[in-house]
Nanobody
């Protein structure tokens, strides 16, 4: 069984920064990719950014230039550096990991609130 645990969420003022972390544990050696999704109240869950084991990254247009995803596949960890945060970034952020067999795993989420 694979578990993902996120940390680093919280309350931040507009223009501020946060760094989210995700650590995976369980019976898995490495992942095909890891990523971050978010879900704001009343909205569908959306991809924020992901990174493959080869280091290729993909970002939602709304976060390009502000967020940076990084990962350590050997340690089964992923990070999301979020800068220049806006109120519309407020959401629950979920870590996602996809195994090499293309099985998807999810964390329970961490709340990010951007407000003055």
């Amino acid at each position: 069984q694979v578990q993902l645990v996120e940390s680093g969420g919280g309350l931040v003022q507009p223009g501020g920064s946060l760094r989210l972390s995700c650590v995976a544990s369980g019976n898995i050696f490495s992942f095909h990719s890891m990523g971050w999704y978010r879900q704001a109240p009343g909205k569908q869950r959306e991809l924020v950014a992901d990174i493959t084991s080869g280091g290729s990254t993909n970002y939602a247009d709304s976060v390009k230039g502000r967020f940076t995803i990084s990962g350590d596949n050997a340690r089964k960890m992923a990070y999301l550096q979020m800068n220049s945060l806006k109120p519309e970034d407020t959401a629950v952020y979920y870590c996602n990991a996809v195994s090499r067999a293309r099985v998807s795993y999810w964390g329970k989420g961490t709340l990010v609130t951007v407000s003055s």
